[in-house]
């Protein structure tokens, strides 16, 4: 069974950078055929998908945030990453990751994790 | 960017109680690609329907989804106590690449 574990971002200073990493365990991240998303929820509203790595390392970012994120991979240890820079309160949200398992479809999600932006 | 709108916002029904829920798109989602989970508290979304009409692995023949182009609805037959829950679409396939609605409220009367 396939499970997503992120890390625990908590509090982040307004302007400084978010970091999040979404731990995978239950199958390799490096398989052909998937991809990688993180997407977020902010309080009382809707989800938004910022952006997702696929196994060849190609990135696409949601235009709304694309100047501000970077996802990565990191192989050796079976996992991937959001960096979200200049963050402002906007940003405060649960952060998830997901898999992409075809047909457009998240078939596999973190529990995900509150990140709160303050002064 | 292709918008998702989900009506009723709430839909308030009884167990045992039949639910259609709604899912229009802005413009025509190609091939289909459109998907729906369920969202409760504290908990990550759960796929039920991909590709409009078909059902994830696990989820029970209760819950079906139908529609193309414009227009799905995800329904849900014989509602549970557990069925009681934020629903959302979500569509793949425009940048951005993916997008969601804005969720409708399943609520016990």
């Known amino acids: 069974q396939l499970r997503l574990q992120e890390s625990d971002s908590g509090l982040v200073r307004t302007s400084q950078t978010l970091s999040l990493t979404c731990a995978v365990s239950?199958?390799?991240?490096?398989?052909?055929?998937?991809?990688w998303s993180w997407i977020r929820q902010s309080p009382g509203k809707g989800l938004e998908w910022i952006g997702n790595?696929?196994?060849?390392?190609?990135?696409y970012y949601n235009p709304s945030l694309q100047s501000r994120v970077t996802i990565s991979v990191d192989r050796s240890n079976n996992q991937f990453s959001l960096k979200l820079t200049s963050v402002t309160a906007a940003d405060t949200a649960v952060y998830f990751c997901?898999?992409?398992?075809?047909?457009?479809?998240?078939?596999?999600w973190g529990r995900g994790t509150l990140v709160t932006v303050s002064p | 960017e292709i918008v998702l709108t989900q009506s009723p916002g709430t839909l308030s029904l009884s167990p045992g109680e039949r639910a259609t829920l709604s899912c229009r798109a802005s413009?025509?989602?190609?091939?289909?690609?459109l998907a729906w989970y369920q969202r409760k508290p504290g908990q990550a979304p759960r796929l039920l329907i991909y590709?409009?009409?078909n059902r994830a692995t696990g989820i029970p023949d209760k819950f079906s989804g139908s529609g193309s182009g414009t227009d799905f609805t995800l329904t849900i037959s014989r509602l549970e106590p557990e069925d009681f829950a934020v629903y959302y679409c979500?569509?793949?396939?425009?940048?951005?690449?993916?997008?969601f609605g804005q969720g409708t409220k399943l609520e016990i009367k």
């Open positions: 997901a898999r992409e398992g075809g047909f457009g479809m998240f078939d596999y």
């Open positions: 239950g199958g390799s991240i490096s398989r052909a055929g998937y991809s």
């Open positions: 790595i696929f196994h060849t390392g190609n990135t």
């Open positions: 413009q025509s989602i190609s091939g289909n690609f």
């Open positions: 590709r409009a009409s």
């Open positions: 979500q569509q793949y396939g425009s940048s951005p690449a993916y997008t």
